[in-house]
């Protein structure tokens, strides 16, 4: 596989893997409708930056350890479903009534970025496809650890645009978005779903 092969390739299969709906972009969507822009940014600046987190153990070679050990799989997969249990347990409450969403409202956990960072860090599934995937698309004779970190920044670059055309999608419904019904729903639905991955991601078995 020569260079343009292999980044055309990459550049293909990771367009396909950010635009399908998953974790990442649930929660940058919901950020983007319940509170505000400007934090949905910062949430999608946390994800990136676990995908570079997770590039960089990949091109270390580090990678693999998660991959092939069942134990430090389990303890990564066990503390990703309780995070998610706990972030979709406080959006829960916050749908009990309207007075949680009042415009200027501060949460608990104010930090949309270390939000978003530990969505994707806490996320098993996303090393070991970082493992699988990375390497199957460097070249024959590349420096395999700067190959995988070019690839993994394609991948970040891919993401930011993603997500950044998430959130300017919501910008036409901001007025909606503020009234006192919306916003609850969406929680409440984005509590179930985070939940409902969370044990999901806790009853699934290795297939690797």
Not at 176 to 199: E, K, N, S, Y
Request: glycine letters at 12%.
């Amino acid at each position: 596989m020569d260079l343009s092969t292999a980044l055309l390739g990459f550049s293909a299969a990771a367009a396909l893997v950010t635009v399908t709906p998953g974790l990442d972009t649930a929660l940058v969507l919901r950020t983007a409708a319940v509170d505000g822009q400007r934090r949905a940014v910062l949430a999608s600046a946390g994800i990136v930056t676990g995908l570079m987190i997770w590039g960089v153990v990949v091109a270390l070679g580090l990678g693999a350890l998660i991959a092939v050990s069942e134990l430090g799989y389990r303890v990564v997969q066990t503390l990703g479903a309780a995070y998610l249990i706990w972030l979709g347990g406080q959006m829960l409450w916050a749908a009990r009534k309207p007075a949680a969403h009042k415009p200027g409202r501060i949460d608990r956990v104010p930090n949309w970025f270390l939000r978003g960072l530990l969505t994707n860090l806490l996320n098993p599934k996303i090393g070991v496809f970082y493992v699988s995937f990375l390497p199957q698309f460097v070249p024959t004779g590349a420096p395999v650890a700067g190959f995988t970190m070019l690839l993994a920044c394609l991948h970040v670059g891919m993401s930011l645009l993603w997500f950044g055309g998430l959130t300017l999608a919501t910008r036409p419904f901001t007025r909606a978005l503020q009234g006192p019904v919306v916003p609850r729903i969406l929680d409440a639905v984005t509590g179930f779903v985070l939940i409902g991955l969370a044990i999901k991601l806790l009853l699934e078995k290795r297939s690797f």
